[in-house]
């Protein structure tokens, strides 16, 4: 018996300089760096997380720098953005501090009764911030007040080539259709091309948990997209055991979806799936989660390795680039 899907686990994304993703992502989000670790698939290469103090399911947001890769091209069908909370009246204070550090926003605008700002960050990946209520406890150690940091993830935004088949597997997941908006034509303010020029219909999905729980299917006239440099790759929503993350295999393949066998990612197991509207899921455990090798004092201060590269560690640490820190180094 499959259950429910409480909600988002984690967000992935491509972007170029590891030196400036930290910078951004802890330096200016002031999200906590809470894992240091490499690509499984390519050893040579960091797969960096953020999230909250605790580094829970639903406040993370992971990133594969690959500087040499091509840059992203926003299109079909594709994770458009990642939106995270933040406490109701606090954007005025992120305008301001966005500002300060030359990132340029737009918003605030209003979207389901919910203010947010939009903007990029150094790898042109799109990021939202979404005023609501969550009880998400926030990285208080960091670039952020207390009372404006961010609370992990709100929701994502996807694209997709058919939103009728995007909105079925979200049915399957467990997630409800919540309302439905006109957009406008407009660039969202960040003069990309993609954004521009047709009207979009919005509608929410949500699934049952207490936070990061929303995913919005957008549904507007756009060319295919190309992964790369400032991608949202794919989301990652929580599911409940390795038991039944078996169960939803035989189900995505008995749909004949694209679908990925169960993988030990070490912090979680997960599988990867390309439902029909084309967009990627990944179905992620709670459990072990981002502790199992880490106390959560020192979360993210030093490269860890699954067991299976620890025989590699000499060579690892010689090729990735060093990373300084902000609060850190
Ligand atoms: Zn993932």
């Not at 996807?158 to 919540?178: C, E, I, K, Q, R």
């Not at 455990?285 to 030093?302: K, Q, W, Y």
Request: some cysteine; glycine content about 8%.
């Amino acid at each position: 018996m499959l259950t429910d899907s409480p909600g988002i686990h984690h967000v992935t994304a491509i972007v170029g300089d590891p030196q400036a993703n930290v910078e951004f992502h802890v330096g200016v989000l002031g999200l906590r760096l809470v894992k240091r670790t490499v690509n499984y698939e390519n050893m040579l290469a960091y797969h960096l997380y953020y999230g909250n103090r605790t580094a829970e399911p639903g406040t993370v947001l992971t990133c594969f720098p690959y500087p040499n890769d091509v840059p992203a091209r926003l299109g079909k069908p594709q994770w458009e953005s990642v939106g995270f909370a933040v406490p109701p009246g606090s954007l005025d204070f992120w305008a301001e501090h966005l500002d300060d550090h030359d990132v340029e926003c737009s918003g605030p605008v209003e979207r389901f009764d919910e203010r947010l700002l939009r903007f990029t960050d150094p790898a042109d990946t799109r990021i939202e911030l979404v005023e609501t209520d969550s009880p998400v406890d926030p990285w208080t150690d960091g670039a952020v007040p207390a009372d404006h940091a961010i609370r992990g993830v709100h929701g994502v935004t996807a694209l997709s080539a058919n939103p009728y088949a995007t909105a079925g597997m979200l049915d399957t997941l467990g997630f409800d259709m919540v309302g439905e908006e006109h957009e406008p034509a407009d660039d969202g303010g960040d003069g990309d091309a993609a954004d521009a020029g047709s009207d979009a219909t919005r509608v929410r999905y949500r699934a049952d948990g207490d936070h990061a729980t929303v995913v919005d299917v957008l549904d507007r006239p756009a060319d295919y997209g190309r992964e790369g440099i400032g991608t949202v790759q794919h989301v990652a929503v929580r599911v409940e055991s390795v038991d039944e993350l078996y169960e939803w295999h035989s189900l995505f393949r008995e749909r004949d979806f694209d679908v990925s066998r169960v993988r030990d990612r070490n912090y979680f197991h997960s599988l990867y799936v390309r439902e029909p509207g084309g967009v990627l899921f990944e179905l992620a455990t709670e459990t072990p989660g981002l502790t199992v090798d880490e106390d959560i004092e020192t979360l993210g201060e030093s490269l860890v390795l699954p067991d299976w590269f620890e025989e590699d560690r000499e060579l690892i640490e010689s090729q990735l680039p060093p990373l300084s820190v902000p609060g850190l180094d």
